[in-house]
């Protein structure tokens, strides 16, 4: 599986942002999205079943993130309201065989990252 984010840049506190992350192949049954803040340990941000859409997100961005599927196009989204200057990372998604979100950086493949900044 070859995963391709995109969709990073530089937005003011408040805005919104929407990553995408294309998938070749389909031997993933779930595709999560993780971030890496400057200086700190990659984590969890939000993660969907393929196959039923199940998600989980994080408790820190629910609410204000909303990942999608398009099985037509395998690709992943990761929709970003009312971003904060916390939500500063590098975001990666990744995917995996298992057929429920998995949490913990378990992941099988993982894309390239993509860079978002939050400015105050």
């Known amino acids: 599986v070859q995963l391709q984010a995109s969709g990073g840049g530089l937005v003011q506190a408040g805005g919104s942002l929407r990553l995408s992350c294309a998938a070749s192949?389909?031997?993933?049954?779930?595709l999560g999205w993780f971030r890496q803040p400057p200086g700190k340990e990659r984590e969890f941000v939000a993660g969907?079943?393929?196959?039923?859409?199940?998600?989980y997100y994080a408790d820190s961005v629910k609410g204000r993130f909303t990942i999608s599927r398009d099985n037509a196009k395998n690709t992943v989204y990761l929709q970003m309201n009312s971003l904060k200057p916390e939500d500063t990372a590098v975001y990666y998604c990744?995917?995996?065989?298992?057929?429920?979100?998995?949490?913990?950086?378990?992941?099988?493949?993982w894309g390239q990252g993509t860079q978002v900044t939050v400015s105050s």
């Open positions: 990744a995917a995996d065989r298992r057929k429920y979100v998995v949490t913990t950086l378990q992941y099988d493949y």
């Open positions: 192949g389909r031997t993933f049954n779930t």
């Open positions: 969907v079943a393929w196959t039923y859409g199940s998600t």
